[in-house]
């Protein structure tokens, strides 16, 4: 088993780790920026070391301070969390390097899966279903090319990178180029990669992922699905598991797919495999994620299975503790984002100091969160300050309980989206299943 941890992460994910490590005996260590250093990670953590000032760059996202933490405090591993550096094979490769365990999938295949045009040529290789497209280009005729023998509506999407940057949709050809060049110039930007690919646009769909575990001795399991369809500006905001638009026979295969996927390019540890549902129900591989994901706590709820924890013992080189016979999915789970931004205001980021705080409780609530009154709210980083997950035995169940738990909540000092969410748990088209990927600019626009 791991002595040591080192957290390369900051806010609820770190908090998150830092429990699962108590849980197991396992020592953690918190990394922070400066401007963190009153944040709730770096009080639970065992220890604690500050890696820099003045933004990510200097610190979360600066992989030779991270190693030299880890080296410096006898972590024998390091956890990277959700977005930062968990998804960057560099990173990962640098930990080996180092003697650090890197808990999540090898390098190499996080490069495979991290090129969404090399992942999707992969998985159509082993007759996972994806959406007809394009190999990687960069350069705007060659794309505009492949997108005529494609067809329209068209995606265009950053090759590598995610969480909706270096994304355009277009169904005029006339708009191709101008589109073509300024989701590139984005990617560029936020990921230091301008290589695009396209994907004919499946309208009005629904983000359905599977998540899978994967250990070292050749076993891999899915553990249930995730409707994410609930999005802001291509940023999830509710997520449920089961997903309420796929029935039993096509959840088998998309279970199936998703084990398929893994086990194709050799896959460890936490990872998930997300998918386009259309209105035929028919799905296809969009991506994986190679590391544990911001909705982990529906599958957890669900299925009763501690991922972090599981993230663990796999890196620690053991076996996973169930089999696909194992998992079973109990209830309905759902998962709200809550974040300091204003919706009326195109979600506005709103930073500041949290002067009022009172969370929900109860039986089958849950919070993950980092903040407490007096916390401040900085400018640089995700909005995301918390999420409220609920199980109840069915979705309706499930629907009332999350209500009572937006209701209950109660953040001043920043504005929040908490009435938004609350609105939405009212919404007929949101409680009947049927909000797919548009729902929100529907919602805000009016619709019912």
Same mark, same amino acid.
């Given at each position: 088993m791991l002595k040591?941890v080192?957290? $390369?992460n900051?806010?609820?994910i ?5 429990? #699962?490590c108590?849980?197991? %005996?396992? !020592?953690?260590v +918190? &990394?922070y ?6 944040s709730?990670?770096?009080q639970?953590?065992?220890?604690r ?5 003045g ?11 991270l190693?030299?933490?880890?080296l410096?405090?006898?972590?024998d591993a390091?956890h990277?969390g959700?977005g930062?550096?968990s998804?960057n094979?560099?990173f ?10 890197f808990?999540?999938p090898?390098?190499d ?6 090129n969404k045009?090399?992942?999707r040529a992969a ?8 959406i007809p497209g394009s190999?990687?280009v960069?350069?705007a005729d060659?794309?505009f090319?492949m $997108?005529?023998e494609?067809g329209y ?5 950053? #090759?590598?990178?995610?969480g %909706?940057? !270096?994304?355009r +949709? &277009? ?5 191709f180029k101008?589109?073509?060049?300024l989701a ?8 230091g990669?301008?290589?695009?690919y396209l994907?004919?646009?499946?309208e009005?769909?629904?983000h359905?992922?599977v998540q899978?575990?994967?250990d070292?001795?050749?076993?891999v399991v899915?553990l ?9 500006n ?6 449920e598991?089961?997903s ?6 096509t959840?088998k ?7 398929l996927?893994?086990k ?11 998918f386009i549902l259309?209105?035929?129900g028919?799905f296809y591989?969009m ?8 909705e982990?706590?529906v599958?957890?709820m669900v ?7 599981e993230?663990l013992?796999v890196?620690a080189g053991?076996e996973?503790?169930f089999?696909?016979q194992?998992?079973e999915?109990?209830g309905?789970?759902i998962?709200c984002r ?5 919706p ?23 919070v993950d969160?980092?903040i ?7 400018p640089?980083?995700d909005s995301?300050?918390?999420?409220i997950?609920?199980?109840?035995l069915?979705?309706d169940?499930?629907?009332?309980k ?7 909540t109660l ?7 908490l009435?938004?969410q609350?609105r939405?748990m009212?919404n ?8 797919d990927?548009?729902?929100?600019e529907?919602f ?5």
């Amino acid at each position: 088993m791991l002595k040591k941890v080192l957290i $390369a992460n900051r806010g609820e994910i770190a908090v998150r780790v830092i429990r #699962a490590c108590r849980d197991m %005996g396992v !020592g953690s260590v +918190a &990394v922070y920026a400066q401007e963190d250093k009153n944040s709730l990670h770096v009080q639970l953590a065992d220890e604690r070391i500050c890696i820099g000032s003045g933004g990510a760059k200097n610190s979360y996202l600066n992989q030779d301070r991270l190693i030299m933490a880890a080296l410096n405090t006898g972590a024998d591993a390091v956890h990277p969390g959700y977005g930062f550096l968990s998804e960057n094979a560099e990173f990962a490769r640098k930990c080996r390097e180092y003697g650090l365990i890197f808990i999540g999938p090898d390098p190499d295949v996080m490069d495979a899966m991290g090129n969404k045009s090399h992942a999707r040529a992969a998985m159509k290789a082993a007759g996972v279903p994806v959406i007809p497209g394009s190999d990687a280009v960069t350069d705007a005729d060659e794309a505009f090319r492949m $997108a005529s023998e494609i067809g329209y509506p068209i995606m265009i999407k950053a #090759a590598f990178g995610g969480g %909706g940057r !270096g994304m355009r +949709a &277009v169904t005029d050809p006339e708009e191709f180029k101008l589109s073509f060049e300024l989701a590139q110039h984005e990617s560029a930007s936020a990921f230091g990669e301008d290589a695009m690919y396209l994907e004919r646009l499946i309208e009005s769909p629904r983000h359905v992922e599977v998540q899978i575990m994967a250990d070292a001795h050749g076993n891999v399991v899915a553990l249930g699905d995730r409707d994410c369809s609930v999005q802001r500006n291509h940023q999830k905001l509710i997520e449920e598991s089961p997903s309420p638009a796929v029935n039993a026979a096509t959840r088998k295969k998309m279970y199936e797919a998703a084990v398929l996927a893994a086990k194709t390019v050799g896959y460890t540890n936490a990872g998930t495999v997300e998918f386009i549902l259309d209105r035929t129900g028919a799905f296809y591989f969009m991506e994986m994620n190679t590391r544990i994901q911001v909705e982990h706590p529906v599958t957890e709820m669900v299925t009763g299975v501690d991922l972090v924890t599981e993230q663990l013992r796999v890196a620690a080189g053991e076996e996973l503790s169930f089999t696909q016979q194992d998992v079973e999915l109990r209830g309905h789970a759902i998962e709200c984002r809550i974040n300091a931004e204003i919706p009326e205001k195109n979600f506005m980021p709103s930073p500041g100091k949290i002067t009022v705080l009172h969370l929900p409780g109860g039986a089958g609530v849950r919070v993950d969160t980092a903040i407490y009154t007096g916390y401040i709210v900085p400018p640089d980083y995700d909005s995301m300050i918390a999420k409220i997950i609920v199980h109840g035995l069915d979705r309706d169940a499930a629907i009332r309980k999350m209500r009572t738990a937006l209701n209950e909540t109660l953040i001043k000092g920043v504005q929040t989206n908490l009435d938004f969410q609350f609105r939405i748990m009212h919404n007929k088209v949101f409680c009947d299943g049927r909000a797919d990927t548009g729902f929100v600019e529907q919602f805000i626009g009016g619709g019912k």
